[in-house]
């Protein structure tokens, strides 16, 4: 009995050890390895400066404006020299110069600007969208990095605590209170725990390199630890959030200004089967009797191939117009399913992340604590303690998980709705 005593008192002790142990690790903030954090927003801001895409896209908006006043212009004038010798009574022949001018019937040049107008229009909306598109990729990316490195930090801890019940699990097997198996099984899941941070250290070196491709950095930059995130309410409810997504997201307004474009095509169309007029003027040099003259003719282009040319265009341009609302029906149903299937998975998340916050991870804190202490005493087997720490790591993960599903949700939410939906509480559009 004498013996037994001080064997229980040093099994209690290190049951104490442990449950102390992670009492510590669960209250001190995490410390990533690397200090320095990530801020969001600077990563938005370099993205708009940097990213290739929306460089491309600004260049092509910017070549659609160039176009708008080459087409509003005249064709350009053509100047004309010549000469002239005709044998008569008396000889003609002399020099000849004059210019010539072709001239679109009234209205068609300013019905090709309204057309180049509404494309460049389309284009500028085309940015906006990309914009709009590759700063939601960013943020589900730095979300999803976010995610690796709470789970590694949650790992890491589990660590610690295996190794303090692999340390346990063998005092209780030294004194023939612990089976041998509780040991290898406390192994085996510190092996496992020792796979899964390689898992996450590949991710999480992926999603450095997914996100140095989107700030056009090379992949191999390093970058700092997210910031932590916080996960307001979405407190817009869904018509409010479609009705913004009508109203204001970039690519149905970009199919809006092509079935403008088509119209304003169909209307130059029609205006095809009216003539154009070539203006000449020249003048004239008779050397024969030092005297000068001048003549000026008017010349009209007449649509005579209407049948093949002018009719077939107007049917092109109709077809077109046709398309573009075809189009347009197409993408707001898409934009409206793409808001009301982010909007429900924000509100799952938000369901949930009460449910785990709340319940779930405290219930399975002490139910840990509890099984830590039990088994110290030989009240409670090690798989007990072993599904205990499980149950409580699955639901920490599940929780940072609930919460980056969340923002993504946000995020997909801002790029179909035309912005941050903070800013567009107050009814202003925002621009990207």
Request: charged share 25%.
């Amino acid at each position: 009995m004498n013996t037994l005593n001080p064997l229980r008192t040093t099994i209690l002790a290190i049951a104490w050890l442990s449950l102390l142990a992670f009492v510590t690790l669960s209250a001190q903030p995490a410390q990533a390895a690397d200090d320095s954090r990530l801020s969001l927003e600077s990563l938005i801001e370099e993205l708009t400066q940097r990213n290739p895409e929306i460089k491309v896209a600004r260049q092509r908006w910017e070549a659609a404006q160039a176009v708008v006043p080459q087409v509003q212009t005249l064709p350009d004038p053509r100047l004309q020299l010549g000469y002239q010798r005709m044998p008569m009574t008396e000889p003609l022949q002399g020099a000849m110069y004059g210019f010539g001018q072709e001239i679109p019937f009234p209205g068609k040049l300013k019905l090709k600007g309204e057309v180049a107008q509404r494309e460049a229009e389309r284009f500028e909306q085309e940015l906006l969208a990309t914009k709009l598109r590759l700063i939601a990729n960013l943020k589900e990316t730095y979300f999803t990095l976010h995610f690796i490195h709470k789970s590694t930090e949650i790992v890491e801890k589990n660590k610690a605590l295996l190794i303090q019940f692999e340390k346990t699990a063998k005092a209780r097997y030294s004194v023939g209170q612990a089976a041998q198996q509780d040991v290898f099984r406390a192994q085996v899941e510190i092996s496992r725990v020792l796979d899964r941070l390689a898992v996450l250290e590949q991710q999480k070196e992926s999603l450095h390199a997914a996100i140095n491709r989107l700030l056009n950095r090379p992949p191999s930059d390093p970058l700092g630890t997210p910031e932590e995130i916080r996960v307001p309410l979405l407190t817009l409810p869904l018509p409010e959030l479609a009705r913004r997504a009508e109203a204001f997201s970039p690519i149905l307004l970009a199919s809006a200004k092509g079935i403008e474009r088509s119209e304003q095509a169909v209307s130059l169309a029609h205006r095809q089967y009216y003539p154009d007029f070539d203006l000449n003027a020249l003048g004239t040099r008779n050397d024969r009797i030092n005297d000068n003259g001048y003549q000026v003719m008017l010349g009209i282009k007449i649509p005579l191939f209407y049948e093949t040319k002018q009719r077939q265009g107007v049917k092109e341009a109709l077809a077109g117009l046709s398309g573009a609302r075809e189009d347009l029906a197409a993408t707001r149903q898409d934009i409206l399913f793409q808001v009301k299937d982010a909007f429900v998975q924000a509100q799952r998340a938000e369901r949930l992340i009460t449910i785990l916050r709340d319940a779930i991870i405290p219930q399975s804190t002490l139910a840990l604590q509890s099984a830590q202490a039990g088994y110290g005493v030989g009240k409670v087997d090690f798989l007990t303690l072993l599904n205990s720490l499980l149950t409580l790591q699955e639901s920490q993960l599940e929780l940072h998980g609930e919460m980056v599903a969340h923002e993504k949700a946000v995020a997909r939410l801002e790029a179909v709705t035309g912005g941050p939906l903070s800013a567009k509480a107050e009814g202003r559009r925002p621009v990207p």
